[in-house]
């Protein structure tokens, strides 16, 4: 199943920098944290450090909430429901040249080419949003 989105969203999803990811832990507790991103107008890229409690929890539950960050007042919230697929190693590389382009500063940053990027973290995750709520 497939979500629509609203031309607003799928600009964000595009241009913001940053995701927070929520998975579920076996003891059912969530488990959030911020993320980089990669939109392809139909799913979500995400590359992971393998040994993570994102990783783990997915493998047990591959149901994920999405939330873009909102603004001062609120009033732009973006959250997506969505199923994880934890793929093999190697797969998503195709992303590479959009996901260097979105993170050139960010890579940057932090001294790695986005080749480098992706062996540091080499679990890729592919999101497909199934349910949008936005305020």
């Known amino acids: 199943m497939t979500v629509?989105?609203?031309p607003h969203v799928e600009e964000r999803l595009r241009?913001?920098?940053?995701?927070?990811?929520?998975?579920i832990r076996p003891d059912w507790?969530?488990?959030?944290?911020?993320?980089?991103?990669l939109w392809d107008n139909a799913t979500i890229l995400i590359f992971s450090k393998a040994k993570t409690q994102k990783v783990r929890n997915i493998r047990q539950n591959q149901a994920?909430?999405?939330?873009?960050?909102?603004?001062?007042?609120?009033?732009d919230v973006v959250i997506l429901e969505g199923t994880a697929q934890l793929l093999e190693?190697?797969?998503g590389r195709e992303a590479l040249p959009a996901?260097?382009?979105k993170y050139r500063e960010g890579l940057?940053?932090?001294g790695v080419t986005a080749e480098q990027f992706t062996m540091l973290y080499s679990q890729p995750i592919r999101i497909t949003p199934i349910r949008l709520i936005t305020g």
């Open 64 to 75: 994920v909430v999405l939330a873009l960050d909102d603004t001062k007042d609120g009033r």
């Open 89 to 91: 190693k190697g797969q």
């Open 108 to 110: 940057r940053g932090i």
């Open 4 to 6: 629509t989105l609203q």
């Open 99 to 101: 996901y260097s382009e």
């Open 29 to 37: 507790r969530p488990h959030n944290i911020p993320v980089w991103f």
């Open 15 to 23: 241009s913001d920098k940053m995701v927070w990811l929520t998975s």
